[in-house]
């Protein structure tokens, strides 16, 4: 590999997206060829020139890109630095057959909101123990997308199902330690992943995979105040390792898992 490229690729564990592919090219081109996913890309530096469907096409900063499985496409650098760019490869079966002319038609959509998504996406599943929480931030984007290609307004409406909100608060509250995917709630409870995230949302205030870190967090202080160190703490409230529980519970509380229990004297005084 030469100086000009930086490479990153893996397979996170999240339902839905095959791959994940962070690089930087100075030179490399990209021959015709096609892949049997969907290419979300989005550029943080420079500009990519591509064909697709004998038409030309710029990806940049500006940006989301959408590149339909099955359809060719090349790719180039368009600035004398390259470009910097990151992909993620979603399953055929997220957005469907159906739409792949209307994505072949419009492949880039100038919304700041769905790069801010996708941006959050990403930071998701880089972290290791967040697979819940970038599964409900895919049926967002997947969403949006969606809208996108089906020449829809991208919104998100409130929807109102306490039924269906309560009975997803159960499902979570019974696998706090264990986890739950977004797929088998939303199999379970025999309604669309999205609806799931939105009457959830609506009815609490905050999305599903908050509400279990909270729970997490809660179980955490108690084991904590019993003494219990904090790398078996992690593991027993569910979290992935040390680190995944104190980046949450800094977040959340403002102060560390190695500091709450020496300070904890049986009560926590927290709200």
């Given amino acids: ?22 690089a930087r090219f100075t030179e490399h081109a990209y021959p015709m060829h096609t892949h049997g996913s969907w290419t979300l890309l989005v550029v943080d530096d420079g500009i990519v020139r591509y064909d697709l469907d004998r038409h030309e096409h710029g990806a940049f900063r500006q940006v989301v890109t959408l590149l339909p499985p099955g359809v060719a496409h090349n790719g180039s650098p368009a600035t004398p630095g390259g470009f910097r760019k990151r992909v993620l490869y979603l399953d055929p079966e997220q957005l469907g057959d159906r739409l792949v002319g ?13 790069r801010r998504r996708i941006d ?8 290791p123990g967040d697979e819940f929480a970038a599964e409900v931030q895919l049926a967002v984007v997947r969403d949006r997308l969606r ?46 992943p ?20 909270s729970r997490r967090v809660d179980l955490a202080r108690q084991l904590l105040r019993d003494r219990r160190p904090a790398v078996e703490v992690a593991v027993a409230a569910g979290f992935y390792d040390q680190a995944h529980l104190s980046r949450h519970f800094k977040r959340i ?13 049986g009560a926590s005084g927290h709200p």
Avoid: K
């Fill in 1 to 22: 590999m030469s100086t000009g490229q930086q490479v990153r690729v893996w397979s996170p564990p999240v339902s839905g997206i095959t791959e994940v592919l962070h």
């Fill in 102 to 114: 209307r994505a072949v038609d419009q492949p880039s959509f100038d919304d700041t909101a769905l």
């Fill in 120 to 127: 959050l996406l990403h930071a998701l599943v880089a972290a």
């Fill in 147 to 192: 809208a996108h290609l089906t020449r829809r307004t991208p919104q998100v409406p409130a929807v109102r199902d306490t039924r269906i909100a309560r009975r997803l608060r159960e499902l979570l509250d019974e696998h706090v330690v264990t986890g739950l995917s977004l797929r088998n709630a939303a199999e379970a409870l025999h309604v669309h």
């Fill in 194 to 213: 999205t609806y799931l995230v939105r009457a959830f949302s609506t009815a609490y205030g905050l999305g599903p995979h908050q509400y279990v870190i």
């Fill in 253 to 265: 509380l403002g102060f560390t898992p190695g500091r709450y229990r020496s300070r904890a004297t």
